[in-house]
Nanobody, 114 residues
Framework: QVQLVESGGGLVQAGGSLRLSCAASGSIFLTMGWYRQASGKQRELVATISRSGFTNYAESMKGRFTISRDNAKSTVYLQMSSLKPEDTAVYYC??????????WGQGTQVTVSS
């Protein structure tokens, strides 16, 4: 059974930093990543990373967010810096397995105060 367990969300002031973690289990994961959904908006890509380390970022996150992963731990991280109030959202972990099925975490709230 595939499980994705996120941690690291919370409340931070504008300009601050947070690190999200997502520990996955139950399969071999190819692409892992993060999406976010702000209140009243559609879910959007934050960043993804392949098993070999190839990364893809949404344009607005480049230079502020860094995605990384530890394949031995099946864990993906998102280091967020220079946070802005508009980064406030629920952040969801995403994983694509070697059997081409995708899974989502339960979401973790990130709130950036001005």
């Amino acid at each position: 059974q595939v499980q994705l367990v996120e941690s690291g969300g919370g409340l931070v002031q504008a300009g601050g930093s947070l690190r999200l973690s997502c520990a996955a289990s139950g399969s071999i994961f190819l692409t892992m990543g993060w999406y976010r959904q702000a209140s009243g908006k559609q879910r959007e890509l934050v960043a993804t990373i392949s098993r070999s380390g190839f990364t893809n970022y949404a344009e607005s996150m480049k230079g502020r967010f860094t995605i990384s992963r530890d394949n031995a731990k099946s864990t993906v991280y998102l280091q967020m810096s220079s946070l802005k109030p508009e980064d406030t959202a629920v952040y969801y972990c995403y994983a694509l397995t070697s059997t081409n099925r995708d899974y989502w975490g339960q979401g973790t709230q990130v709130t950036v105060s001005s």
